[in-house]
């Protein structure tokens, strides 16, 4: 479809009267007016567009989906269009998009909103067209519809069958899974092995977590809070993912406790 076949095609825009400060009338209208710049977007408090929108659908007790769908493609345009207004002037250098050029991008947008709706429907009859459509049932093949006596007879021995029956309702045996290390540590441990290494002095994460599995790099660092925690020591990072510097309390420099 052509965007100007598209064009000839009119919005379905939303059915809500509004009462605002600046604006009282059809939700269209002061769409309308916006795009002509005749009213001030900044003037325009979209929140009690929104309320009114949700008063309306609570008045007629059911939701329109088409409808609330596109009220909630212009909105989040008009707040888009709002929030480039009200960037600082130093920094509308780097937005790709100008203020002024904003309003053919909602216009736009409701265009492509509209195409999709209208695919949507296209799809939608097609669908509706094929609904009768069933799969064919064929029948047995004429070779199969009268069989002879012996042909008839089971190919398998009875018992035999019996047999492979059984064997599907014996339960597999557990499987044996103690060759498996499963790594265990307790915070008592970990606190343990922290206070240790305080007693030496100053130490990095990385080296009480060395050769250490995962799991025990995580109760190591719940333990590393918890004496954070208790006032026993103290830590500093100077920049994400960096080493991390764990220090006695008493023995950490004063900015680094500030930390």
């Known amino acids: 479809m052509s965007q100007n076949a ?3 095609r009119p919005l379905r825009l939303v059915d809500l009267e509004l009462d605002l400060e600046v604006f009282n009338g059809p939700f269209d209208l002061l769409l309308t007016l916006i795009l002509r710049e005749e009213i001030d977007l ?10 009114s929108y949700i008063d309306h659908l609570d008045a007629r007790g059911e939701l329109d989906l088409e409808a609330a769908t596109e009220f909630l493609v212009l909105i989040a345009a008009l707040l888009e ?26 216009l736009e947008r409701l265009l492509q909103s509209h195409r999709y709706r209208t ?11 094929q609904g009768g459509y069933r799969f064919r049932s064929a029948p047995l093949p004429a070779s199969l519809r009268r ?5 008839a007879a089971a190919v398998y021995d009875p018992a035999a069958l019996a047999g ?12 044996d899974v103690r060759h498996i290390p499963v790594p265990k540590v307790s915070v008592g441990e970990r606190l343990a092995h922290l206070r240790r290494l305080l007693r030496r002095g100053a130490f990095s994460f990385d080296d009480a977590v060395q050769g250490a599995d995962r799991v025990t790099v995580a109760v190591t660092l719940f333990s590393l ?3 954070y925690k208790q006032g026993e020591l103290t830590f500093i990072q100077d920049e994400p993912f960096g080493p991390i510097q764990v220090h006695a309390a008493l023995a950490a420099p004063a900015q680094q406790a500030a930390a």
């Open 164 to 175: 492979a029956i059984g064997e599907l309702l014996v339960l597999p045996p557990e499987v």
């Open 42 to 51: 900044l003037e325009v408090d979209l929140a009690e567009v929104v309320i």
């Open 81 to 106: 269009l709002k929030s480039r207004l009200m960037l600082p002037g130093e920094e509308m250098e780097e937005i790709e998009l100008e203020p002024e050029d904003a309003a053919g991008e909602l």
């Open 147 to 151: 069989a002879s006596l012996p042909a």
């Open 6 to 8: 598209t064009r000839t």
């Open 225 to 227: 809070l918890e004496l």
């Open 119 to 129: 695919a949507g429907e296209h799809l939608t009859a097609l669908l509706a067209q």
